[in-house]
């Protein structure tokens, strides 16, 4: 069984229990929940397929027939709460416990860098411009960097990112890149942190208007009215259209300066509104 630390969804957590000691023995969910003090033998059952939550009373009783104790139970604990938090900052307290409890004993939770980086604008940026500025100091890096950060930051984002096997650095001091991009991929809690990004990238995009000179940023709009079909075959054209963004700003080594391109497409009137009686 892999270590509770692997999982940030209890439901797959107690689905993966049970399918590791059904295929070692006569295992039933009847056997699990009346271990876990659960009348209904399908309790627990349902409680995987997202049927049934699990309440704040009946986690000790399950963590203990699965045998989690001490900082696992600590671990499984957030774990059920994350799944219960409401709005993105909830999320993010959860799951920052969460990290903390893992790093506290030495152990990964395999989407806690990817959180981490997409958490805060300056960990994409910082990934970008390290490597187009060899031997350049972490207050240098901070200077180049729109808004203005510190140096500690800068430091703080470096190590991250050496440490997270986004960035390797060389004898001489040198950053370069392990992969050409970074994506999100199919992952529970990354989202949570990448919506937090949007709406940081959003804001520096509004002091961008006013900040930037024209001739150096360039912002453009178009407000229609669509259907549904038309609404889904234009999200697949902007995916198209980030893929090429990406192949053309990947096709050389070099980088002059890092830009950000944030692709906006949302509604602007509620349907149920939009229907005539």
């Given at each position: 069984m892999k270590?509770?630390?692997?999982?940030?969804?209890?439901?797959?957590y107690i689905a993966d229990y049970y399918a590791?000691?059904?295929?070692?023995?006569?295992?039933?969910?009847?056997?699990?929940?009346?271990?876990?003090?659960?009348?209904s033998s399908v309790y627990l059952k349902y409680v995987s397929e997202g049927r049934f939550s699990l309440s704040e009373d009946a986690v000790e009783r399950v963590a203990k027939a699965m045998d989690l104790v001490g900082v696992r139970f600590d671990y499984f604990a957030e774990m059920v709460r994350l799944d219960h938090a409401k709005t993105d900052k909830a999320k993010k307290e959860v799951f920052g416990r969460m990290l903390a409890i893992a790093d506290q004993n030495k152990a990964k939770i395999?989407?806690?860098?990817?959180?981490?980086?997409?958490?805060?604008?300056?960990?994409?940026v910082i990934r970008?411009?390290?490597?187009?500025?060899?031997?350049?100091?972490?207050?240098?890096?901070?200077?180049?960097c729109r808004p203005k950060i510190s140096a500690a930051e800068v430091s703080e984002s470096l190590n991250f990112l050496v440490k997270a096997d986004?960035?390797?650095?060389?004898?001489?001091g040198n950053y370069k890149q392990t992969q050409k991009s970074v994506t999100t991929g199919p992952m529970g809690v990354t989202p949570v942190a990448v919506r937090g990004l949007h709406r940081q990238m959003g804001?520096?995009?509004?002091?961008?208007?006013?900040?930037v000179q024209q001739n150096e940023r360039h912002?453009?709009?178009?407000?229609?009215?669509?259907?549904q079909n038309a609404y889904d075959?234009?999200?697949?054209?902007?995916?198209?259209?980030?893929?090429?963004?990406?192949?053309?700003?990947?096709?050389?080594?070099?980088?002059?300066e890092v830009y950000r391109l944030n692709v906006q497409f949302f509604p602007m009137t509620n349907k149920n509104g939009n229907k005539k009686g």
């Open positions: 270590d509770v630390f692997e999982y940030t969804n209890y439901r797959q590791e000691k059904k295929a070692a023995s006569s295992f039933t969910w009847r056997e699990f929940a009346k271990v876990a003090g659960f009348s395999l989407e806690g860098d990817s959180f981490r980086f997409f958490e805060n604008w300056k960990n994409p970008e411009l390290a490597p187009a500025m060899p031997g350049a100091k972490p207050l240098a890096l901070a200077h180049a986004l960035l390797q650095k060389d004898e001489s804001e520096i995009a509004l002091d961008a208007i006013e900040g912002f453009s709009g178009v407000t229609v009215g669509i259907t075959e234009i999200v697949a054209e902007i995916a198209a259209f980030r893929r090429k963004v990406i192949e053309i700003a990947t096709r050389e080594d070099a980088t002059d």
